[in-house]
């Protein structure tokens, strides 16, 4: 029996114990009219070897190509060590640590954790992981919220160059709760949310408004100027940031005057591999006044009875299992594991590490767009600076060009003309560290022939 | 000592990063960082040995026993994790086309299929990124549900006392009013509280069958009945389906929407707190309120159904579609045991939980429900050592860690004084239990001769007690490497 260690003598002798007669008589209180029988849909079980067949020809069938898309999920490089150290058995097949004092491996990765994302960030403090970069940003504008005491309009300012995924999460997490998401545009030229828009806002009620760097587009946002804008107008910031970005980027707690008040993100470039979306994990980070607002775990450094410094979860008084109805979020298993091999992935590289991943990711996006850019009718779309995404318009149709590029085993970025009609024949190119100058060069081709043909 | 600790300026792993210095002068200046992220400094072996060590102060499945009740500690197989993380798994970005995508959909959409019919639900989304938010996006298909029929006076969910604690905060998410039911003393829900609160303002009930308190509900069907009848549906807490895997299926009791903990039930890890994945099945009214995405199949081919193929979707729930590696691995075990071994799960988790029982009750240990049988988990309450030996509960639970077993679940549910929710899982070997038994009686009699040998516990672990008391007051939520 797969994963069943019982031997016919132990079912007996444990039936004896229970003095039931057989396993069906434990389920007898279970209506008899209820019980469904043989379940004919289901398959047969399979062996170890038979699955891992099947596993090979499903891999296999979806190939490895070469990929420009990021969009949300960067291809980096993980070292080695970090899923050989993450997938230890004892931090895999751990449970959320309620048994602080049988769990302080994890509660110490989880505080590292915590101190990493706060310098990255340059906030005070943050919690122990979300579910993604959406979600993250879907319990930031309800945190901002509840934490916004001199707001009463529940309204969020959303640019419309935030990652569409992100607005449409944050829809489905908040309208039931008659939160309003007010869409600002991005200028056409830059790709930018410029802030003389805001002035259409300026002394009306805003609870927070959303200031993601860089923004989906790959440009760079006026963010000291939208952070001023915001506290000026008594509302919070919000950063939705790229951690691998914050390496090089001024981190949310230096945004502006006072620096942005929650910060948020998707922390997949922290050590989480592609894996089609997911698991990632969210992060959250804020300023300490506002830390009894914040969802999810948090884990807090204290002493045992001897004085021995030791972890434990706090401020537990937030959370669903003590407050039930009146907790910060209905949040309880988050991504431990995620901000495990993260805390790792940091600890490996460090900052000068993350700086030169984040510098090259930058080189080499600069490079592929002059690559691509001399082929005719190929431009870049915005005027900004950029971090490692870039919107370039094709001279045909953008759909026809990528699917003709992934029968080449090219994944020659994401066609914009999805979730922003208004642009298009549009699409949006990274290249991460890795790739290479070859695989830059043969997309240029690929990309060549299709247009010249 | 933390890894900031044993950090010094200049050190690196320096294999681990690009060669080619940063140039960053394409990048203006004030866009720019000033000052480098106070990380660690510490070279790949440090790390290594650091996180390694790390590892070692924590209990695990792969190392103890974990019969924490509700939570489903089964052995996670290796043949899963290894599987779910074939290379082109990992490499696949998840805005791939469909047609460098067609083996991982039909691995999820093979999921969709197994779990509509274990449930007995009509159609499956599998996007929920772990249980709680698997109910959110339950109850607001309820929502939708009613909203749609224009039936927007049903303000309340009702959730037994003993449900957990997501349920009530889920159904707050979605603009609900929260509404307790009690339970009866044998452990079922109440079903004439319920009958007198039940009405035009109930928007539905969320149940964990069986509950919490470790019984099955055999008024199901009287309370399906009742809430059906007042227009209200009914929610399924699939945080117990181990129980009754391929016995009773929640749509066959009248369940409306249910969620499944994959990381419990089809035994993907936990992973220190986490990722998880909560899929939602409904009956076919909720079938157009199903979160996207989700996998379809045309002919011999997989697409992905979007909010354009779901017009009146309750949305997306995720960046992507949840936690893809999770559900491979889900998938991976399912295969691995089939509809047989399915049925197994159950009758084997439930034999272990009844052995433990009748074993401890023998042994002089109370159990909170006598005269029911146990499922996959029960409760025992301690309420007798407490008052007469002033050794409680959680004091039980630190000494089992010196035994080397991790705790059951302490303090939960709330309607149960003292108590501790035991659940073993199908996956323990007989003599795991007697051990456990046996520390158990031990720990009983230490308390009965030396309690304060008992409340001083653990003594064996890295650390005593903590002070959580401490850790709120004085708030260290981050290493500050000038402070310390």
Known sequence: ?453 | MLIYQQSRTGRRASAQAPLQKSDLSGIPEAFRRKQRADLPQVSEMQAVRHYTRLSQQNFSIDTQFYPLGSCTMKYNPRGCNTLAMLPNFLARHPEAPADHSQGFMACLYELQEMLKEVTGMQAVSLSPAAGAQGEFAGVAMIRAYHDARGDTARTEILVPDAAHGTNPASAVMCGYKVREIPSGPDGDVDVEELRKVVGPQTAGIMLTNPSTLGVFDRKIEAIAKLVHEAGGLLYYDGANLNAILGKVRPGDMGFDVIHVNLHKTFSTPHGGGGPGAGPVGVSKRLQPYLPVPMVAQDGDQFRWLTEGDCPESIGRLSTFAGNAGVLLRAYIYACMLGGEGMERVAEYSTLNANYMLKRLTDAGFDAAYPERRATHEFILTLQKQAKQLGVNTMDFAKRLLDYGFHAPTTYFPLLVPECLLIEPTETETREELDGFIEALCSIKQEAEENPEQVKGAPYNLPVKRLDDVRAARELDLAWKSDTD
């Open chain 1, 1 to 453: 029996m797969p994963f069943i260690p019982h031997t016919e003598e132990d079912v007996r002798e444990m039936l004896v114990a229970i003095g039931a007669p057989d396993i069906e008589a434990l389920f007898d209180e279970i209506p008899a009219n209820l019980r469904c029988g043989k379940l004919k849909q289901l398959p047969q079980a399979m062996s170890e070897m038979e699955v891992a067949g099947l596993m090979s020809v499903r891999a296999n069938q979806d190939g490895q190509p070469v990929c420009f898309i990021g969009a949300g999920a960067y291809d980096h490089h993980i070292p080695a060590a970090v899923w050989q150290l993450a997938s230890r058995g004892e931090f895999y097949t751990a449970y959320t640590p309620y048994q602080a004092e049988a769990s302080q491996g994890t509660l110490q990765v989880l505080y590292e954790f915590q101190s990493m994302m706060a310098a990255l960030t340059g906030m005070d403090v943050s919690n122990a992981s979300l579910y993604d970069g959406a979600t993250s940003l879907g319990e930031a504008v309800l945190m901002a919220v509840r934490a916004n005491r001199k707001s009463k309009s529940r309204r969020i300012l959303m640019p419309r160059s935030l990652h569409p995924a992100y607005r449409r999460v944050v829809q489905t997490m908040v309208e039931s709760q008659g939160i309003e998401l007010v869409e600002l545009p991005f200028d056409p030229a830059g790709g930018h949310t410029d802030p003389a828009t805001l002035a259409a806002f300026d002394g009306q009620d805003i609870a927070a408004l959303v200031i993601p760097q860089p923004n989906y587009f790959g440009v760079l946002e006026e963010v000291d100027a939208l952070t001023d804008w915001a506290h000026a107008n008594k509302a919070l910031a919000i950063a939705v940031v790229n951690p691998i970005a914050l390496a090089v980027l001024s981190p949310p707690g230096e945004w502006g005057e006072q620096g942005a008040d929650i910060c948020c993100g998707e922390g997949q470039p922290l050590g989480a591999p592609l894996s089609s979306g997911g698991p990632y994990f969210g992060f959250m980070c804020c300023a300490q006044k506002l830390v009894r607002q914040m969802p999810g775990r948090i884990v807090g450094r204290t002493c045992d009875l001897d004085g021995k410094v030791g972890y434990t979860l706090t401020l537990q008084a937030r959370e669903q299992h003590i407050r039930r109805s009146k907790a910060t979020s209905n949040i309880c298993t988050n991504q431990g594991l995620m901000a495990t091999a993260a805390t790792i992935h940091m600890a490996l590289l460090g900052s000068e590490g993350l700086e030169r991943v984040a510098a090259a990711c930058y080189a080499n996006t600069q490079s592929l767009v002059q690559k691509l850019t001399t082929i005719g009718g190929v431009e870049p779309l915005f005027n900004r600076p950029v971090f490692h995404e870039q919107a370039l318009r094709l001279p045909i149709s953008a759909d026809g060009v990528l699917s003709q590029l992934s029968v080449m085993d090219v994944l020659g970025g994401l066609d914009l003309s999805r979730d922003y009609p208004e642009l298009g024949d549009v699409i949006l190119v990274c290249a991460t560290e890795k790739r290479t100058e070859t695989e830059m060069h043969d997309f240029q081709q690929k990309l060549q022939m299709i247009l010249t043909c």
